[in-house]
C-alpha cells in the first residue's frame, strides 16, 4: 500500500545559513492510510518540529533547510500558498498540547468550529452552527448544544482538548498531527482523548502522527513508531518489534528508564542515561549517541545516521548491532516485563 | 486572531514537559544595540565628567571679536552673540546636566524600588495604601509640581533636586509592585518560605534582583525625560541662573538668532538628541534580552 | 514487630478557596460554596518511609503538600511533626519546624533564584540556620553538591547554565542542606525526561537509605509511584479515598477511583495488527 505521508532527509535549521544550528538532521519516516504513527524522543530530539514540518509551520527563526516531504504524491515543500492552504484546511489537521492557547479565548466554542465550517466547507451560517454541534457531539462531549455555547476558559482541559480534536477533524483530513496532545492532561482524561484518536481512525481511516515523550501512551495506540534522538531518527518499527526487540541502544537505554506500574511496591532502581542530549551547537561526528552509549566503540565516530534494516519494517540507525542476539533471536532485556 | 490562525500557532509553552532551548553560551552579556546605546552614553559621560580638561574655551569667555561665528576647526560649534563658544559651553551644560539627571533618576530608584516591592510582597492593606499613594503621586501634574518646589525655594538647581523625586519613585514603585505580584508566585521565592528564611531576606536578596531589571530598562527612559525636563526649565529661565550654562538655557540664547546663526540652538540640541538616542537604545537592548528568553 | 513512629502526623486537615460571588449573589447576600481542595485528610508518614500521594488534577494533593509546610494556611486539622504542633507555631518555632520538613517543586526552571549562583544558594541555606560546617562555605557546599552526585565545579554557575535534571537536583541539595528530616517533593520529577528522571529516583532511594530522610513523593503518574512508594494514598477531589501498601493498593485496589486511575494508565497493546 502507498503511504500517505512520506518524510525524507528532513533538515531544520535555526541560525545563520552558513553556520547554521541544526534542530533535526536527516529524518525519515512515513505513515500509510489508517495507520497511527507514534514519533518519540525526549527534550531536544527535534520530535515537535519534525511534526511542524509537516505542515510547514515550523516556528520563525527556524526553517526547513532539506528534505522532502510527500503527501498522497504532492510535493509538501514545493506547494504554492494557495495549495498550502488547501492542504491545511482539508487534507491535514493539527492539536497541539496546551488547549487553552490553542482556541481563541474571546469566541464561543461554536463560534469558532462555525468559523472552520464556513472559511473551509462552504457552509452557511446556519447549518454551520448546526454541523458544530453534531461535531461537539462526534468527540464526545457531553450536552453539545449548551457545551456549544461556552468560552474556552469554562470547559476542563480534556474538554477543551475534545475541541482541538473537533476543530481539526471539522474538514475530515486524511492525516492528524497530534503534538504532544495529552502531555498537559490527567491520566484519565488522556484514557479518553487516547480512545477518541483511535475510534476516529477506526471511523475515518484517518491517520494519526502522535509524537510524545511518553512511551506508555505510544504504546497503548501506535501501530509503528520512530524514536528521535539529537535530531535524527534511530529507530522505527512496529510497537512490538520495539518493545521486545530494540536494537537500537538509544531505544533500549530509553525503555529500560519508564518505569512500570507493575513494579508495584518494589523499589526499582533504572539507570537511566548518564549525560546530557546534545546541544543545538554542538556537532558530533559520526553517531550521536556516542558520547552516551554504553557499546560505542571507536568506529562510531565515522557513522553515518542513516537507517538500515534489521526485520522488514523494522530499521535501526546504529550498525554495531550490539543488542542483536548471535543467532537473530530478540535479546532479553534486563527487568523487562510484559 | 481567528480560529483558523490560531490553529497554526505555536502553543505558549504551559505545561510540563517543554522543548526548551537553554541559553546558548555564546549570547553571553549585552546585545549589540544595548552595547552601542551603552557606548553613546559613556561618551557623553566622559566628555561632560571632562569638561574643564578638554573644552577649548572657558564656558563664559566672552570674545566680542568672533561672535556668531559658524562651526569652525578653532570654533567646533560657533559662537554665540557674545563670542563664547558653544561647544565648550555644551561641555560644561553637559557636565551640569548630567550629574542631575542622574541624581533625579537614580537617587529614588532604589526608593520606589524598595516601597513597591514590599507592597507587592505583603498584599493586603498595605498594598492598598501604598497602590493608592502612588497613583496618586503619578496622577499629579509633574511638571506643576515641580515648578511649585522652584517657586517656594527659587530658581536654580535645587528645585528640580528636590522636586523631581518627590514623584519619580513613586513610577518605581508601581514598576516594582506589578514585578513582584509575579515573581512571589514564583517556586524559588515560595522556595525562600519554605526554606525558613526571614521575608526580610526573601524580599531583598531574592525578589529584588528579580526586579531590578525592569527597573532599570525604564530608568534609561527616565533619563531621557528627566534631561528633557531639566532643558524645558532651564529653557524657561528656571534652571541653573546665567551665567552658568545649561543645556537648555544655551538653546534658549540661541533662539533670537535661531535663523541668523542657527547653530548656537540646534547643535546643543542636538547633543540632547543623540542623549535620547543613546539611552533609547540601551533600554531596547536590554529588555530585548530579557524577553529573548532567559529562565522565566 | 513494632512499626516504625509516625513522624509526621496529619489529622483531618482542610483547606478551602471562597469563590469569587457574581454580583447578584453579592445582591442577594448568598453566600456561594466554598470549593474544598483539602478535604478531611488524613494520613501518617513513618521515618524512612516513602509515601507516594496520587491523584489527578484537582485532587488537591500539591496544596495539601503546601499546607504541611504551611505555604498555604490549612483552615482546619492538625499538623504534628515529632509531637510539634505544626499549625500553632510561629516565629523562630515555626522556621525550624520549616526547616525539618523541607519541599522540592516541580519546575526545575523556577525553583532556584535564577540571579543566584549554584554555590551561594547553598550556601545561604547553611548559613540561615546555622548548620554545622556552614562557617566553612565552598566545603559546605561541596558536600552539598556530592550529596546529590553532581561536581563541585557546579558551584560557580547559575540555573540557567544547568540542564533539568541538574537543577532538580541542586534544588534537592538546596532542600538537604539545612538537614530536613522529611522532604515532601512536590511532583519533583514530573518535568523531567524520562532517562533523567530515572536518576533523581534513584536518588530519592538513595536519600531514604543512607540519610533515612522520610518522603512524601506527590506525583500524577502511578507507575513512578509503583516503582519508588513502599506505601501510597490516593486522592480525589480533596479526599483521600485508599491508602496502603503499595502493592496491596495497586494489585487490589478497593476504592473506585482508585480503579479508575489504574485503568486509565496507558498499556502496551503489543499484539496488534496494523491495517
Known amino acids: 500500500m502507498n503511504p500517505l505521508l512520506t518524510i525524507e532527509g528532513l533538515r531544520v535549521e535555526f541560525g545563520p545559513a552558513d553556520a547554521p544550528l541544526v534542530a533535526v538532521d536527516g529524518a525519515a519516516l512515513s505513515i500509510g492510510p489508517g495507520e497511527i504513527v507514534g514519533l518519540i524522543g525526549e527534550s531536544g530530539s527535534g520530535k515537535s518540529l519534525t511534526c511542524r514540518s509537516v505542515m510547514r509551520l515550523v516556528p520563525r527563526p527556524g526553517r526547513v533547510a532539506a528534505g522532502h516531504i510527500e503527501f498522497d504524491g504532492r510535493d509538501v515543500l514545493a506547494m504554492t500558498p494557495q495549495q498550502l492552504r488547501d492542504f491545511r484546511a482539508h487534507e491535514a489537521g493539527m492539536i497541539y498540547q496546551d488547549p487553552f492557547s490553542s482556541l481563541n479565548p474571546v469566541f464561543r466554542v461554536r463560534d469558532q468550529l462555525s468559523e472552520t465550517l464556513r472559511a473551509n466547507l462552504g457552509m452557511g451560517k446556519a447549518q454551520a452552527r448546526t454541523h458544530a454541534v453534531a461535531l461537539l457531539d462526534g468527540v464526545g462531549i457531553p450536552d453539545p448544544e449548551r457545551r456549544a455555547l461556552s468560552y474556552p476558559h469554562e470547559l476542563s482541559g480534556g474538554m477543551r482538548q475534545r475541541v482541538m480534536i473537533a476543530l481539526a477533524t471539522a474538514s475530515q483530513p486524511r492525516l492528524l498531527l497530534a503534538d504532544e496532545p495529552t502531555t498537559a492532561l490527567d491520566v484519565t482524561t488522556q484514557a479518553q482523548i487516547l480512545s477518541l484518536l483511535t475510534r476516529l481512525r477506526e471511523e475515518r481511516g484517518m491517520s494519526v502522527l502522535l509524537v510524545s515523550h511518553d512511551f506508555g501512551v505510544i504504546a497503548q495506540v501506535c501501530d509503528r513508531v520512530a524514536v528521535m534522538y539529537g535530531g535524527h531518527v534511530v529507530e522505527t518499527g512496529p510497537i512490538g518489534a520495539l518493545y521486545d526487540n530494540a536494537q537500537h541502544p538509544y531505544t533500549h537505554a530509553l525503555l529500560d528508564s519508564v518505569p512500570r506500574l507493575e513494579s508495584a511496591g518494589r523499589a526499582t532502581r533504572r539507570p537511566g542515561i548518564a549525560g546530557v542530549p546534545p546541544e543545538l551547537n554542538e556537532v558530533l561526528p559520526g553517531c550521536v549517541f556516542k558520547p552516551r552509549c554504553r557499546y560505542a566503540q571507536p568506529s562510531c565516530e565515522s557513522v553515518s545516521m542513516a537507517l538500515q534494516p534489521v526485520a522488514p519494517g523494522h530499521e535501526t540507525a546504529c550498525p554495531v548491532r550490539p543488542l542483536a542476539a548471535a543467532d537473530g533471536r530478540p535479546a532479553a532485556r534486563a527487568g523487562a516485563q510484559t | 486572531m481567528s480560529a483558523i490562525e490560531a490553529l497554526g500557532q505555536p502553543p505558549a509553552p504551559a505545561a510540563p514537559v517543554v522543548e526548551r532551548h537553554r541559553r546558548a553560551s555564546g549570547l553571553r552579556g549585552l546585545s549589540l544595540q544595548a552595547k552601542i546605546g551603552a557606548g553613546i552614553l559613556a561618551v557623553l559621560v566622559l566628555a561632560g565628567a571632562l569638561a574643564p580638561l578638554i573644552a577649548p574655551y572657558g564656558q563664559n569667555a566672552l570674545d566680542f571679536d568672533h561672535i556668531l561665528s559658524a562651526p569652525s576647526l578653532s570654533h567646533l560649534m560657533g559662537t554665540d552673540s557674545t563670542g563664547r563658544d558653544v561647544f565648550s559651553r555644551t561641555l560644561y551644560a553637559l557636565r551640569v546636566d548630567l550629574a542631575i539627571v542622574v541624581f533625579v533618576t537614580y537617587v529614588p530608584l532604589p526608593i520606589g524600588v524598595l516601597v513597591g516591592a514590599v507592597a507587592g510582597y505583603f498584599g493586603g492593606w498595605l498594598d492598598a495604601i501604598v497602590s493608592r499613594i502612588t497613583d496618586t503621586m503619578i496622577a499629579f501634574p509633574f511638571m506643576v509640581l515641580v515648578i511649585a518646589v522652584i517657586a517656594i525655594v527659587g530658581p536654580g538647581v535645587k528645585g528640580v533636586l528636590i522636586g523631581v523625586p518627590i514623584v519619580a519613585w513613586a513610577l518605581y514603585a508601581r514598576l516594582a509592585r506589578s514585578e513582584m505580584l509575579v515573581v512571589r508566585e514564583q517556586p524559588f521565592m515560595l522556595a525562600t518560605t519554605a526554606l525558613g528564611y526571614s521575608k526580610r531576606r526573601a524580599i531583598l536578596r531574592h525578589a529584588v534582583p528579580n526586579l531590578m531589571r525592569s527597573c532599570l530598562i525604564y530608568s534609561t527612559l527616565d533619563m531621557v525625560v528627566n534631561l528633557l525636563l531639566l532643558a524645558s526649565l532651564a529653557y524657561l529661565g528656571l534652571g541653573a541662573q546665567p551665567p552658568n550654562a545649561e543645556l537648555g538655557s544655551i538653546i534658549a540664547d540661541g533662539q533670537t538668532t535661531l535663523l541668523s546663526a542657527w547653530w548656537v540652538a540646534t547643535l546643543p540640541g542636538l547633543v540632547l538628541v543623540v542623549f535620547g538616542v543613546g539611552a533609547g537604545l540601551l533600554g531596547d537592548g536590554l529588555s530585548d534580552g530579557r524577553l529573548r528568553g532567559g529562565a522565566q | ?275
Do not use: W
Open chain 3, 1 to 275: 514487630m513494632s512499626e516504625p513512629a509516625p513522624l509526621l502526623t496529619v489529622d483531618g486537615v482542610v483547606k478551602e478557596f471562597g469563590l469569587r460571588r457574581t454580583a447578584a449573589e453579592r445582591v442577594q447576600r448568598a453566600q456561594p460554596e466554598a470549593h474544598r481542595a483539602v478535604d478531611d485528610v488524613s494520613f501518617s508518614l513513618r521515618r524512612g518511609e516513602i509515601l507516594g500521594l496520587a491523584g489527578g488534577s484537582g485532587s488537591g494533593k500539591t496544596t495539601l503538600a503546601r499546607c504541611l509546610v504551611r505555604l498555604v494556611e490549612p483552615d482546619a486539622g492538625t499538623i504534628d511533626l515529632d509531637g510539634a504542633d505544626v499549625r500553632a507555631a510561629s516565629g523562630r518555632d515555626l522556621r525550624e519546624l520549616r526547616r525539618r520538613m523541607q519541599m522540592v517543586f516541580q519546575d526545575p526552571y523556577a525553583s532556584l533564584n535564577p540571579r543566584m549562583t549554584v554555590g551561594t544558594a547553598l550556601h545561604e541555606a547553611g548559613r540561615v540556620h546555622q548548620r554545622p560546617g556552614s562557617e566553612n562555605g565552598e566545603q559546605f557546599v561541596r558536600e552539598a553538591l556530592e550529596r546529590v552526585h553532581l561536581s563541585a565545579s557546579l558551584a560557580k554557575r547559575r540555573p540557567r547554565e544547568l540542564s533539568g535534571g541538574q537543577r532538580q537536583r541542586v534544588a534537592v541539595a538546596r532542600a538537604l542542606a539545612v538537614g530536613p528530616e522529611v522532604l515532601i517533593a512536590d511532583e519533583a520529577v514530573s518535568a523531567l525526561d524520562v532517562s533523567v528522571q530515572a536518576q533523581l529516583l534513584n536518588l530519592f532511594l538513595d536519600l531514604r537509605d543512607d540519610l533515612g530522610v522520610a518522603i512524601l513523593f506527590v506525583a500524577h503518574q502511578l507507575a513512578v509511584i509503583a516503582e519508588v512508594a513502599d506505601r501510597v494514598a490516593v486522592m480525589h477531589r480533596g479526599r483521600l479515598v485508599e491508602v496502603g501498601e503499595t502493592a496491596a493498593v495497586f494489585g487490589d485496589p478497593q476504592d473506585d477511583y482508585t480503579k479508575a486511575l489504574l485503568a486509565a494508565h496507558p498499556h502496551p497493546r503489543l499484539a496488534r495488527v496494523a491495517s
